[in-house]
């Protein structure tokens, strides 16, 4: 999701704008440097994950004056790539967005929080649950991650924005998110879709790729 300035005004931006640029850097230290690149199938992926997002995120919709919604991706980009790259991309992403004029820099932090942050952190912390699971059906990690994971994402990060404005924005902006509930359901069913379809694809065709695939767990047999 995108704000606009205005939404966004009455914060302390010094004060987020720190706070995600040292998330930022933990991501960036702690990011598989290495594993990218010395293999340049993942540094080719990780180039055309980056474009993908940011032509994704141009394609928005307006549910009030000020928030728009985009398809987040960051399910697919978690699985694939894993936490940290997920955070790094989703930044390099908004900051093309700004160089041409999409985005405002000063709501940077915060649609880095919930375009990325928060969804890419559910769904990293939805695996670690997947994971407790003795199954060995690799449909558990396509559709539950994939799918089901995403829609579960989504609605949660949705509650969380509603609660975000009821916190701090007046009455009346939280009023009119509120009639507008009803965009969550064509937004989850595309986001479930878009997401479940890519990690079905990339998982099926290329799994190598894919960071948090164990396929010794979901591929191979006990013998």
Known sequence: MLFSSHL????AFPLWAAACLAL????????PWRAVLTVSARQHALLGGLVGVCLIWSFRFEVIPGLHFHPF??????????????LIMAAFALLLLVLVGTVEWQTLPWNWLFSAVLPASMAYGLLRVIEWFPTRNLFVYILGLGFFGTLL????????????????????????LWDKRAFVVPLLYSEGFINGMLVTSVTVFFPDLVKTFDDDRFLKSDS
């Open 8 to 11: 966004t005004d009455v914060f």
């Open 73 to 86: 991706l960051m399910t697919t980009v978690t699985l694939v790539f894993g936490w940290c790259f997920a």
């Open 24 to 31: 930022l850097g933990l991501a960036l230290w702690r990011a």
């Open 153 to 176: 994402t989504t609605l949660l990060n949705c509650l969380l924005l509603l609660g975000f404005f009821w916190w701090w924005l007046p009455d009346k902006v939280l009023l009119a």
